[in-house]
């Protein structure tokens, strides 16, 4: 390995995907990857290996064996003298959900129309210096009718639903996440400026709290470690 070490970040969907990878490339002592660009033959890389809660990505060295060309190119990367007995550690532990190496994993679906407001929540929750054991993956949705959608297709732990929304508005949403999807133990946090009034419109259609705008990101974040019983940072 030479000190021209190209570093290559390779990103898993969630835990078990990279676990079961890892172990099936150990295994075979290669992986594949596609870049944004081929590399010659025999280039020395770093393989990053990350996925959402992971505290430090999984890295190992290798050097390109074969380049298959297009759009993006495939590299098959031999790994060299692969610690087998550490990665079959990192691999159980990735699998138990050791906290030293990785955090508790919350998908959250922010319903927010104002994408100025869904951006800045969204960033302080992806922040990693943040939030103790918990790392957060976040969705967003821009109405009603979308975020309908969405947790139709895909499971969430949380959802931050702002009242006044487009489309389908905030109250009904949780109304019928609640009722026609059956979803009575997702925890929903709703948020709006409207006051009292969004704050009864809320609660009646079924949301487990009300929190006023402006409201403070580690609010949203207390919020969350209580209602999923996660205690204190």
Excluded at 1 to 19: E, F, G, N, Q
Excluded at 93 to 107: A, M, N, S, T, V
Excluded at 126 to 134: D, L, M, P, T
Excluded at 186 to 214: R, T
Aim: charged residues 25%.
């Amino acid at each position: 390995m030479t000190d021209d070490i190209v570093v290559l970040t390779v990103d898993y969907d969630d835990a078990d995907d990279l676990a079961n990878e890892l172990a099936q490339n150990v295994a075979n002592n290669s992986i594949c990857v596609g870049n944004d660009r081929a590399l010659p033959v025999g280039t020395d890389v770093r393989l990053a290996l990350a996925c959402p809660g992971l505290i430090e990505p999984v890295r190992i060295d290798g050097v390109v064996r074969w380049v298959q060309p297009g759009a993006e190119p495939m590299l098959g990367i031999e790994f060299l003298r692969p610690p087998r007995d550490e990665l079959a550690q990192t691999i159980a532990r990735i699998r138990d959900r050791d906290p030293r190496l990785i955090k508790r994993l919350l998908r959250v679906l922010v319903v927010e129309d104002n994408h100025h407001v869904a951006e800045l929540i969204c960033h302080g929750l992806g922040s990693r210096s943040r939030h103790g054991g918990i790392a957060f993956e976040c969705r967003t949705a821009c109405d009603g009718r979308e975020a309908l959608a969405q947790v139709k297709t895909k499971p969430y732990d949380v959802m931050i639903v702002d009242i006044y929304l487009p489309v389908v508005g905030g109250a009904q949403l949780i109304s019928l996440v609640r009722h026609e999807l059956a979803m009575s133990a997702l925890p929903i946090i709703a948020v709006s400026a409207g006051g009292a009034a969004a704050e009864q419109d809320a609660m009646a259609a079924g949301a487990n709290i009300f929190i006023d705008k402006p409201m403070r990101l580690s609010n949203l974040v207390d919020t969350m470690r209580t209602l999923l019983n996660l205690g204190a940072a």
